[in-house]
């Protein structure tokens, strides 16, 4: 098991940037592949991004492609989503999750039920 803490979020107006951060402890961190995933109010948890145990291999949804970047420090223990132009519709509580994979493939997982574990969550806001 490996524990999570997304830390990163606040309020910003649309058109802006953040950076989530999401720091892992417990088991070693390079073997997980690494996802982000976003809940709005009212709505199911979506996937946003994810990255193998490595950092070669990264994916992102539609909504995210071109404007979110995936990536991770192993040395640091810690997995990132860069954001930028920001949207109101970005505006959500952001989850990292992981999975182990034993440093070991380039699969991107996309589904909630492959991801074993979660952090907390941080708060997204965009105004427009």
């Known amino acids: 098991q490996v524990q999570l803490v997304e830390s990163g979020g606040g309020l910003v107006q649309a058109g802006g940037s953040l950076r989530l951060s999401c720091a892992a402890s417990?088991?070693?961190?390079?073997?997980?592949?690494m996802g982000w995933f976003r809940q709005a109010p009212g709505k199911e948890r979506e996937f946003v991004s994810g990255?193998?145990?490595?950092?070669?291999?990264?994916y992102y949804a539609d909504s995210v492609k071109g404007r979110f970047t995936i990536s991770r420090d192993n040395a640091k223990n810690t997995v990132y989503l860069q954001m930028n132009i920001l949207k109101p519709d970005d505006t959500a509580v952001y989850y990292c999750?992981?999975?182990?994979?034993?440093?070991?493939?380039?699969?991107?997982?996309?589904?909630?039920?492959?991801?074993?574990?979660w952090g907390q969550g941080t708060q997204v806001t965009v105004s427009s």
């Open positions: 999750a992981a999975r182990d994979t034993w440093s070991s493939g380039t699969y991107i997982y996309t589904r909630r039920n492959e991801y074993g574990d």
């Open positions: 417990g088991r070693t961190f390079s073997r997980y592949a």
């Open positions: 990255i193998n145990w490595s950092g070669g291999s990264t």
